[in-house]
Nanobody, 115 residues
Framework: QVQLVESGGGLVQPGGSLRLSCAAS????????MAWYRQAPGEQRELVAT???????NYADSVKGRFTISRDNAKKMMYLQMNSLKPEDTAVYSC?????????WGQGTQVTVSS
């Protein structure tokens, strides 16, 4: 069974940084488009950033210039480097793998930005 496991969340002060990781298993990782989503309490889930199987990246306007998505196909890992964090970045961050009709989600990791 395909498994995606996020890690790296936590409590950070405004202006701080965190690096999220998404570890994939039982999946041909290199052929999957990957994405980070987030969902704040009472809000709809929001697409944060995507990275295609070929390495093309896209970002939500709210995180452009602050967040960087990357992947390591050999390790079956995806990352989200988050800098200059703001309180409004507080949410549960989840990773998603997509290829054709196949979509898999991780359980999520909590990021809280607060002083």
């Amino acid at each position: 069974q395909v498994q995606l496991v996020e890690s790296g969340g936590g409590l950070v002060q405004p202006g701080g940084s965190l690096r999220l990781s998404c570890a994939a298993s039982r999946i041909t990782f290199s052929v999957y488009d990957m994405a980070w989503y987030r969902q704040a309490p009472g809000e709809q889930r929001e697409l944060v950033a995507t990275i295609s199987a070929g390495g093309r990246t896209n970002y939500a306007d709210s995180v452009k210039g602050r967040f960087t998505i990357s992947r390591d196909n050999a390790k079956k890992m995806m990352y989200l480097q988050m800098n200059s964090l703001k309180p409004e970045d507080t949410a549960v961050y989840s990773c998603k793998a997509s290829a054709g009709a196949y979509h898999y989600w991780g359980q999520g990791t909590q990021v809280t930005v607060s002083s």
